[in-house]
Structures are given as structure tokens and as C-alpha cells.
């Protein structure tokens, strides 16, 4: 258990929708990041939050957009779905700045699987 | 090209064996080095961070060489439970913390 809990954990949509993807991180991480995840292929860096600031984005487009709440909880919101969204969305947390950095780690949580139909 | 190179496999190996993974990263500038384990279905979680004089944990051996741009990961006596995917991971120097690059993985199953 890594304390990083992902909402919901499997959801179906079609294309054109617009769905959103809830986390909660770990006690005490304040900087959430968020990744796609494809079937075979690994896990692909959307975009991180710290103290409810975007403060780095991958490459996805705009239509991909997301929160950070005072509590540090966050979204992922995905408009105008696509097929090739098709994917397992990953949220992870890691330990403030200044912490134990040199770790590294994230702390990710089980994920919420996306199907677009 | 990708930031992070891996043979996908899979490796099929017996128990008690040896195994060997190899990746290759693209940026010279990256500063960080990590292995981590997804098993089916499941999220990423951080086996061992890789240093720059190699390291060992256990049944784990991660080299990496930054002139070559190359990470190993070893293992020896694999067990049934080592079976999963392993990700190679990088993140480069001033990335922001969140931000690492995953190889595609290599698929492991240990059979008896």
C-alpha cells in the first residue's frame, strides 16, 4: 500500500467525452504527477503538480488539463476523448522538496484503466 | 528516438538462474537512474535507485555507465515471485521531481 488512492479504477467511454480522474496522494506529498500508461508500452509523463501549480508538462495536448487542491488531492481531466486515450492513468506522489530527494521515488497508485470506445 | 531503450523480452528463465536486463538512455544530461517493478495489472514501484559506482541489494545488482549511457539491472536466484515487468527510469538533470522517463519494459517469467 502506498497510500495513493486513484478514482474510479476502471471506467468505459466513447469518443468525444470528456472524463475526470480523481487522486489522492500520500500523507505529506505535496507534489502529485500524472502518467499514461499504454498497453505494452511505458508509463509516459502527462504533467506534475506542486502546491496546486502545473510546474512541468509532457508532451500531451491541451485537451489534457488538471487540479491540485489545498489538501493536495488532484484530477486529471481528459476532453474530446480519443481512441488513443485508450490507456492506465497513473497518479503518484513524492515527498516535498528538500526531503529526501535523493531517493527519488514516486508512489504511485493503482491506477484508473480508461477504455474509449 | 526514445528517451529510454529497453528490450521488451520476454525472458522465460528457470528458477535459480541468472538474468541479466540492459537499457541505453538518450540524454547525456540525465542525472538519476532507477529500476522499477510492475507486476500484471499493477502500478510501477521503485526496486532499487542505480548509482553511479554500481550497487547491490540483496539478490540485485545495478551497474550503470554514463560513458556508454547504458543501465544494467542482474539478478541472481531468481525466484517464481520475480516474475513481472521491469522499467528501466530516468530522470534528467533539472527535471522537476515528478518527471521521470520509463523504458517499455522487460517482461520476466521464472518458471519451476
Known amino acids: 500500500e502506498t497510500g495513493v488512492t486513484q478514482s474510479p479504477t476502471h471506467l468505459i467511454k466513447t469518443r468525444g467525452q470528456q472524463v475526470t480522474l480523481r487522486c489522492s496522494s500520500q500523507?505529506?506529498?505535496?507534489?502529485v504527477s500524472w502518467y499514461q500508461q499504454a498497453l505494452g508500452q511505458g508509463p509516459q509523463f502527462i504533467f506534475q503538480?506542486?502546491?496546486?501549480?502545473?510546474?512541468g508538462r509532457g508532451n500531451f495536448p491541451p485537451r489534457f488539463s488538471g487540479l491540485q487542491f489545498p489538501n493536495y488531492s488532484s484530477e486529471l481531466n481528459v476532453n474530446a476523448l480519443e481512441l488513443d486515450d485508450s490507456a492506465l492513468y497513473l497518479c503518484a506522489s513524492s515527498l516535498p522538496l528538500g526531503g529526501r530527494v535523493g531517493t527519488g521515488e514516486l508512489f504511485f497508485g493503482e491506477g484508473s484503466r480508461l477504455t474509449v470506445l | 528516438r526514445k528517451e529510454v531503450e529497453q528490450d521488451p523480452g520476454p525472458f522465460n528463465v528457470p528458477e535459480g538462474a541468472t538474468v541479466a536486463f540492459n537499457c541505453t538512455y538518450s540524454n547525456s544530461a540525465s542525472q538519476s537512474f532507477f529500476w522499477y517493478r510492475q507486476d500484471c495489472r499493477k502500478e510501477p514501484k521503485l526496486l532499487m535507485s542505480v548509482y553511479s559506482s554500481g550497487n547491490e541489494d540483496g539478490r540485485f545488482t545495478a551497474q550503470l555507465n554514463r560513458a556508454s549511457q547504458y543501465i544494467s539491472l542482474l539478478f541472481r536466484d531468481s525466484k517464481l515471485s520475480d516474475s513481472a515487468t521491469y522499467l528501466c527510469?530516468?530522470?534528467?538533470?533539472?527535471?522537476?521531481?515528478?518527471?521521470?522517463?520509463f523504458g517499455r519494459g522487460t517482461q520476466l517469467t521464472v518458471w519451476p
Open positions: 527510469v530516468v530522470r534528467d538533470r533539472g527535471s522537476t521531481l515528478g518527471r521521470l522517463y
Open positions: 503538480y506542486y502546491r496546486e501549480d502545473e510546474n
Open positions: 500523507s505529506g506529498h505535496n507534489t
